[in-house]
């Protein structure tokens, strides 16, 4: 078993460092935000994460897992340093490298034996090759160092399955040194490890989430062609689910993605291929398919409307998917804003995105409009005017179609999640449009 130190504790880093820990490797999470360190020790997980705190809870017992913001400490006699930190997105569509530069710096000046440096952020193809430079520039001890790219796959809200039950590893590296390292280090994981080279791994991670990011895209597409033409995208999608070539995953049509990674890394890659002088025509259009999806609804709201000035806007769902409070290119970003500006006043609902939401949008007047939160779907609905779903929560599935019909003022529901059957909603008398379906 390994001596690892992780450094950042956000989703890539927590979730990798507690998952090592479970396979009984001894590993520190490193983070300079010292109160988000002292809750993690008293078992508290900083981030909304099923299975997360138990896990946490039970690996801090056992001794195999400790925080700190002392990365001198944590790094110093590590075998290996895992870099989770992230690696936002800037106006230009590049990646924001400053965070991995910091770390790799503190590394370089610390570490006093043999390490490998495995780096799981996010970062543009050939990063990695800079990152080693960078270590080898700076560092103080006669110690072999050397950088190897483990890109992260897991999804917000199953991380942690995600990441125990991984699909594939995959390990970029450029000696057997690197790679026999990282082998061992995930023996215990007992899952299929791809090894690669470093800039292949790099392009793994872009070219997967691009990909999905485009089926979704594709679906989004064809499901406005299918409103046009009378066709339904739900049946379209079932109908092309059983070719295993396209497979059933990632076929739902909706008004958007969101989340960390999909919007962020569409446009890197868009970017990378720009800086080589390439313009990578799938991922542009997958860009603008999905920036349109998201005010789709709207859009078609004021078609249907004279104004929202005055009328009590019901809006359920604020996250970019159910399971998480991540608001992070969520399409209620792209929504509220636009309702407020008409004189919306609305009323939101999410079971835990709410108080995330509060910090960009407080209670109370905002220009024409309003906000006002709910603790119960019904007090949203109650006399309203006009309902958006935007986020298929559980919680929102479960109200049946005649409760927008009896709650409502007016039963006019715009549904960007397409939860409802047509004919449920058409028998229960509410005027209902979704995606893709006429
Ligand atoms: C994604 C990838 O799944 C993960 O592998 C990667 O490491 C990070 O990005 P995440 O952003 O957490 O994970 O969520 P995911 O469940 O993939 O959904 C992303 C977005 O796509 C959401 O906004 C979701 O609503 C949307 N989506 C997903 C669709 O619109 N239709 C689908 O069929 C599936």
Known sequence: MYKIAVAGTGYVGLVSGVSLAEVGHRVTCVDIDEKKINIMKQGISPIYEQDLEGLMQKNYAAGR?????????????ADAVFIGVGTPEQPDGS??????ATVARQIAETIENDCLIVVKSTVPVGTNDKVEQFIQDFL?????????SNPE?????????????????IIGTESTWAEERLMKIYEPFKLPIVSVNRRSAEMIKYASNDFLALKISYMNDIANLCELVGADIQDVARGMSYDERIGSKFLNAGI???????????????????????????????INVNKDQKTI?????????????GLKVAVLGLTFKPGTDDLREAPSLDNVPLLLAQGADIYAYDPVGKENFKRKYPAGKHGVGSITYVEQIENALDDANVCFIFTEWGQIKEIE???????????????????YSTAAMKEAQVEYYSIGRS
Not at 95 to 100: D, E, P, Y
Not at 140 to 148: C, G, I, L, M
Not at 401 to 419: C, F, H, Q, S, W
Request: positive net charge; contains cysteine.
């Open 65 to 77: 897992l400790t925080y700190t913001t002392d990365y001198q400490s944590a790094y110093k006699d």
């Open 95 to 100: 990646a924001n490298l400053s965070f991995i």
């Open 140 to 148: 103080v001890h006669d110690v072999k160092v050397e950088v190897a």
């Open 153 to 169: 796959f897991l999804a917000q809200g199953t991380a942690v399955r995600d990441t125990l039950q991984a699909a594939r590893i």
């Open 256 to 286: 958007g993605y969101g989340g960390s990674c999909f919007p962020k890394d569409t446009t890197a890659l868009e970017y990378l291929a720009k800086q080589h002088g390439y313009q990578l025509r799938t991922v542009t259009a997958t």
């Open 297 to 309: 609804l709207y859009r078609k709201a004021c078609r249907r409307l004279i104004t929202f000035s």
């Open 401 to 419: 179609p005649e409760a927008y019909k009896k709650l409502m003022r007016t039963p006019l529901v715009y549904d960007g999640r397409n939860i």
